[in-house]
């Protein structure tokens, strides 16, 4: 079975904190990616990466960066966080990559952090 | 633009009654389409999918439909159980993956 880890199941921080989310996955995939979910507004991409060191922007990048330095790890960075961004972030991952053919493949998810930003 | 979206926000139904889920999709260029459920506090599980080139598919206890014509996806669960109690959402890909906001499926005892 596939299995992605994420760091934190809750997490509270303050405006202004950096914060880090981390997600590993075990099964060798090609693909991870970071969503936000948000009530009534399903999954949103924020950033998804199908390689080492490689990184593509989803439909809500701003205010967060990502780093994948090893294939199975994935981080998730809000450089000075913001109510705003106060959500459940999902980590996921997929096995194939070759950049956005590898989009299409089913995603397996971990359990999620709620973050919030006071 | 396009989207993915759910006919109703919230189900209920009796306990070994069956379930049926909607999702409408407007991207005709889709050609996988998944439906995940997620339990309260954990993160969305993979239940089963279906590509466009067929029109059903059927797993354990459920079935997805697939409608090219209407651009129709539905999920039916047999005999619903109270563990079967959830958000049910889909996803269509096509050059990206888009995602349903969900049905909540309250199953009544």
């Known amino acids: 079975d596939v299995k992605v880890t994420q760091s934190s199941r809750y997490l509270v921080k303050r405006t202004g904190e950096k914060v880090f989310l981390e997600c590993v996955q075990d099964?060798?995939?090609?693909?991870m990616f970071w969503y936000r979910q948000d009530p009534g507004l399903g999954l949103r991409l924020i950033y998804f990466?199908?390689?080492?060191?490689?990184?593509e922007k989803g439909d809500i990048p701003e205010g967060y960066s990502v780093s994948r330095e090893k294939k199975e790890r994935f981080s998730l960075i809000l450089e000075s966080a913001s109510t705003n961004q106060t959500s459940m972030y999902l980590c996921?991952?997929?096995?194939f990559g070759g950049g956005l053919a590898g989009v299409t493949d089913t995603q397996y998810f971990g359990p999620g952090t709620r973050l919030t930003v006071l | 633009g396009e989207s993915v979206g759910l006919h109703l926000p919230t189900l209920s139904v009796q306990e070994g009654d069956n379930s049926i889920i909607n999702c409408a999709y407007s991207?005709?260029?889709?050609?996988?389409f998944i439906w995940y459920k997620q339990e309260s506090g954990k993160g969305p599980q993979f239940i089963i999918d279906?590509?466009?080139?067929?029109d059903k598919r059927q797993g354990q206890r459920v079935t997805v439909l697939l409608n090219k014509t209407v651009k129709h996806l539905s999920l039916q669960i047999a005999a619903t159980q109270p563990g079967d109690s959830a958000v049910y959402f889909c996803?269509?890909?096509?050059?990206?993956?888009?995602f349903g906001a969900g049905t909540r499926l309250t199953v009544k005892p």
């Open positions: 996921a991952s997929s096995l």
């Open positions: 099964m060798d995939h090609e693909n």
């Open positions: 990466s199908y390689d080492v060191k490689m990184k």
């Open positions: 991207n005709s260029a889709s050609d996988y």
């Open positions: 279906i590509r466009s080139n067929m």
């Open positions: 996803a269509e890909s096509g050059n990206d993956m888009r």
